[in-house]
């Protein structure tokens, strides 16, 4: 058993004894405990669901091939099913995409509750200092609840544009709107981000701030990061960064209409406000899609989404779901790297949902521990291949000379030992090594050039980032040695197809963002070197 998979089991093993003693701990918010005042863990017989039916969904994700990271299903406030896919772990964070917009809203909520601000609220009131020569008519009319339910009246979708710019507002505010500002929707995270520039402007705080006391305190939820725009003012739709914990939390609150350990944190009429429907999304029904089973079709609230079977959701790209049940009294988190969100979904709605009884279960005893059995042994397997090559010999402490490439490589070398490749890239009079173990996960830290993939640079820091990575190796033929880079803390990895010809070598970096989307231009960069003698 790797390492790895040893320290996934232990950190498993010890939630439920965490849950007993964490509410006893010193808080402090800065710190960031690794893991902070737990759930209450129970079996899903108790509260009336089939561990059958867990490992069903289970098997079907497997079978579907949708890559899990991880996944908590709590019911009648109580956790009763949680695995992460090592390299992933509970203590560890993941990258929200637009499930950050949730949070925003949420921020939102609160300002209006102190009376800082009003969904009514003209947007322009708050940035007399950034608007356009002329403002138009639409402009005008733009209210804070607009940007709320993505009903700004843009033509086009103005985050790209926004995100290449010194100050976003001034750019999202120069943007055409060309129709009436509630009218139509059309999804834009810019309009998130200005919703994160109106409650710093209101409060003196970026919304990671601000929320800390009202939101993250109170729930026992630390560790999070959140990126910022050039002018220090998070960026709302997206880089939120949080455990998975955090996310049932977030979702439990919305699902107790904002109570917390009988505290009114957020009023109930704002949690209705923010869940319940605004504007109806463009969309007909398609082939095997009818419009009634589309789960982006069942219109939008406030940053969250209305879903079938009378819930709502947060959600971010490739898989990031925080999903409230109410009928069912149900919260279901999901972390993962996987294009077709929706088959997720209907997973959940197919295996779990039916599942769901009004009355306790017996307890299955059998059935229990295989489900805790799997779930403690959730894995991403690293690619198989040959443990050697000739080749390994041969190039051995070798360095090889890059041509310039836009990474700024200019020298590789390869080290191997028993059961692991040490691969060092040198960047000017840097020098990046990661080691791969050879058949399983070598966990470690990386400030390589252009890692980790992004799907935007909105929000990317100046400096180049330290990033967790989990690293494998493994020779596809005798002169072929692939590394698979995994950043466990974000949804992605890189794949480095290492080719030796010779006194040649060829490295083709290819990022999982552009390997689920074959039909985009193709972005591997591909690295020429000559061994030096």
């Not at 939102?108 to 609220?121: I, N, P, R, T």
């Not at 830290?445 to 252009?450: E, F, I, K, L, V």
Request: glycine share 8%; proline share 6%.
């Amino acid at each position: 058993m790797s390492s790895t998979r040893r320290d996934f089991i232990k950190h498993l093993s010890l939630s439920t004894t965490a849950a007993g003693f964490a509410s006893s701990l010193p808080f402090s918010f800065a710190e960031a405990p690794a893991l902070a005042v737990l759930f209450p863990r129970s079996t899903p017989e108790a509260e009336g669901i089939s561990p059958a039916s867990i490992l069903a969904f289970l098997d079907a994700m497997a079978a579907a091939k949708h890559e899990l990271h991880s996944l908590m299903v709590l019911r009648h406030g109580r956790v009763v099913a949680e695995g992460w896919w090592a390299p992933y772990a509970a203590e560890l964070r993941h990258t929200m995409y637009s499930m950050s917009k949730s949070f925003t809203s949420t921020a939102v909520g609160f300002a209006v509750v102190e009376g800082k601000l009003s969904v009514e609220d003209k947007v322009v009131s708050f940035f007399p200092h950034d608007l356009p020569e002329k403002v138009s008519e639409n402009l005008a009319a733009l209210r804070v609840n607009d940007l709320l339910s993505m009903a700004v009246g843009s033509e086009t979708e103005p985050t790209q544009l926004m995100v290449r710019s010194e100050n976003w507002v001034k750019t999202f505010l120069a943007h055409n709107i060309a129709h009436t500002p509630g009218t139509q929707f059309m999804y834009n995270s810019a309009a998130t981000y200005m919703c994160s520039a109106i409650v710093q402007k209101v409060t003196g705080q970026p919304v990671l701030d601000y929320l800390g006391p009202r939101l993250f305190q109170p729930l026992g939820i630390t560790g999070m990061t959140w990126e910022n725009c050039p002018l220090g003012i998070n960026t709302g739709g997206w880089g939120l960064s949080i455990r998975s914990e955090g996310l049932a939390k977030f979702g439990q609150l919305f699902l107790q209409k904002g109570q917390w350990k009988g505290k009114q944190l957020l009023p109930a009429a704002w949690v209705e406000e923010a869940t319940s429907f605004k504007i109806q999304q463009p969309g007909d029904d398609k082939p095997g899609r009818p419009k009634a089973k589309n789960d982006w079709l069942q219109g939008y609230c406030y940053q969250f989404w209305r879903c079938q079977h009378g819930g709502f959701r947060g959600d971010g790209a490739f898989g990031q779901f925080t999903i409230v049940l109410p009928e069912q009294d149900v919260v279901i988190v999901m972390t993962s790297e996987d294009k077709n969100m929706q088959g997720e979904l209907d997973l959940v709605y197919e295996h779990l949902l039916p599942a769901m009884k009004a009355e306790a279960l017996p307890a299955d005893a059998a059935t229990h521990k295989k489900l805790q059995q799997r779930l403690a042994s959730l894995e991403l397997a690293p690619p198989k291949g040959q443990a050697t090559a000739p080749t390994a010999a041969r190039i051995n402490g070798k360095a090889f000379k890059l041509e310039a490439n836009d990474l700024g490589l200019t020298r590789v070398h390869f080290e191997f030992a028993k059961d692991a490749c040490i691969f060092t890239a040198h960047a000017g009079e840097a020098q990046h090594r990661i080691a791969c173990a050879l058949g399983y996960w070598q966990l470690g830290a990386t400030a390589m050039p252009g890692t980790p993939p992004r799907l935007t640079p909105g929000g990317k820091p100046k400096i180049q980032p330290t990033s967790k990575v989990a690293a494998s190796a493994t020779w596809t033929d005798d002169n072929t040695l692939q590394l698979t880079w995994r950043y466990y803390e974000t949804p992605h990895h890189d794949t480095v197809t290492c080719k030796f010809d010779g006194d040649a070598v060829s490295l083709t970096f290819l990022n999982s963002l552009a390997a689920m989307n074959p039909n985009a231009k193709d972005t591997r960069a591909v690295l020429k070197g000559q061994w030096v003698a």
